[in-house]
């Protein structure tokens, strides 16, 4: 049916061509032109097999009613014999260079839009950097990249199969798609209807895709069962490496724990076992006797407060706080927070600054005060006696940031964004002062489970401002 409707089109387009020019006179050679215009078209949207007839029509055509004598076939004159024949041939040439550019377009689109699957397909499969993920999501995948109407894939590892799209009548049995699996290359239907596509890493399979209601090029099919390889691979590669990266990060974490705790431990314990061994062997006088139960006291106290230190970190990197969040005056929890620590505050001067209308903040009233309570005991630890800490809070957008300052050394410009790692200690000062360099991880924890966020500026022989933001009621 087809094929009558464009011979009749072609027909019909001639005549009327040939209607038109004994209308109007036209000479010869712009009859023998708009033929020619007329063959090309033909040739560029339906092919040779209507240009090339229609080339020899236009030549019967010109030759009768536009060659004298006019209305027969004959050709008195043989001019016009070199002009019918270099008419036809030219006809045929342009339709031969038609239908090829044609033809290159054709397979031009046709690569296009097989690239634009190949490219859908890898940035869907790109975007999961689990094994298992991936596996998951490849048949969905092949669906909606390729238009496919069901996409199977069978993974020879642990023989589990993936299904998308539509219902999948009479689909390949196991056994069958474990010998699709090993087929040397991706194979189609004569119809189109079904195509397998192998999975190999190297020459060793890993398991089969099978499209139906696709219409791919061979070489298109090879290369997504390349790209579902390689993204396995990737995947592989990306887990593997992800484990080993936080295999070395857990060790150099328990490493430097053990360093961390073991050396704090020694010392309150050294003080604790010299004080008892003391006053189990010798007869002191009261007053003796009292001091060293003073130090057996702060140092029992320091060992307490290094165990709670740790439980804290390892429950707030778990996740296992459970936070109960209210509506909390910034003023009371500052007030809290230094009645608590009165005793490492005594020989500082602490100034607090917090303007009337400060909003309440919705925050946990305990681990708030913890927060605090470390960055008090930081600002007195790290700053000389008698020099004064400040305490100031302000309301900034949704939020209220608060402020603590001292006077200290500062902290280097390049040990800024380290303080708040876990363990991690300034160099200059870890030998002076006594801790385990988790009070910073926690408050940071404790800011980013209120959704806020911790920050420090620090200048070196001028002090530090640690600051943090916590959402307003």
């Known amino acids: ?21 004994q209308a109007f006179h036209a000479n010869q050679t712009t009859v023998a032109l708009v033929m020619l215009l007329l063959v090309h078209f033909i040739a560029s949207r339906w092919g040779l097999r209507y240009s090339i007839p229609t080339a020899v029509a236009a030549m019967c055509c010109l030759n009768y009613f536009f060659i004298p004598p006019i209305h027969t076939f004959s050709v008195s004159d043989p001019k016009n014999d070199l002009a019918l024949t270099v008419f036809l041939v030219a006809s045929v040439i342009s339709s031969r260079v038609a239908h090829r550019i044609r033809s290159e377009t054709h397979h031009a689109r046709a690569r296009q839009r097989e690239l634009a699957v190949l490219f859908r397909l890898s940035r869907a499969l790109m975007q999961a950097d689990e094994i298992a993920q991936l596996t998951n999501s490849i048949a969905e995948s092949m669906v909606a990249a390729a238009g496919a109407t069901a996409a199977l894939f069978y993974l020879l590892d642990g023989d589990r199969t993936y299904r998308a799209g539509a219902d999948w009548p009479n689909a390949p049995t196991q056994a069958e798609l474990q010998e699709y699996s090993h087929l040397p290359e991706a194979t189609t239907e004569p119809d189109g209807g079904q195509a397998v596509v192998p999975v190999r890493t190297g020459v060793r399979p890993r398991g089969v895709i099978v499209l139906r209601g696709v219409q791919l090029s061979q070489q298109t099919l090879e290369a997504m069962g390349s790209l579902v390889s390689m993204c396995m691979e990737r995947a592989r590669a ?55 139960l003073t130090v057996i006291d702060e140092e029992s106290d320091r060992l307490n407060r290094l165990v709670a230190e740790a439980v804290e970190m390892a429950q707030l990197d778990t996740q296992e706080v459970k936070m109960d969040f209210a509506p909390q005056c910034v003023a009371a929890l500052v007030e809290e927070a230094l009645a608590a620590n009165a005793a490492t505050l005594a020989t500082h001067e602490v100034t607090v600054r917090i303007p009337e209308g400060t909003p309440q903040v919705n925050a946990d009233r305990v681990w708030v005060e913890k927060l605090l309570g470390n960055l008090l005991d930081n600002a007195a630890k790290y700053s000389a006696s008698g020099t004064p800490i400040f305490v100031v809070a302000e309301r900034r957008g949704d939020k209220v ?19 708040f790692d876990k363990f991690y200690r300034s160099r200059n000062r870890a030998a002076n002062t006594y801790g385990t360099g988790m009070g910073l991880a926690i408050c940071r924890a404790i800011v980013e489970a209120h959704g806020g966020n911790l920050s420090v500026t620090s200048q070196i022989g001028q002090g530090s401002v640690f600051t943090f933001t916590l959402p307003n009621v």
Do not use: C, N, W, Y
């Open 1 to 21: 049916m087809l094929v009558l409707f464009h011979g009749l089109t072609a027909a019909a387009l001639l005549a009327g061509i040939v209607f038109l020019s």
């Open 238 to 292: 990306v887990e593997d490496m992800t484990k080993a990266e936080a295999g070395k990060e857990s060790e150099r974490l328990r490493s430097m724990m053990l360093d961390s705790i073991t050396h704090e431990l020694r010392t309150p314990l050294t003080s604790i076992k010299a004080s008892v061994s003391t006053l189990l062997t010798s007869s002191l006088p009261p007053d003796q006797t009292h001091e060293m």
């Open 401 to 419: 940031s608060i402020s603590v300052a001292d006077r200290g050394a500062g902290i280097e410009p390049m040990e800024q964004s380290l303080i």
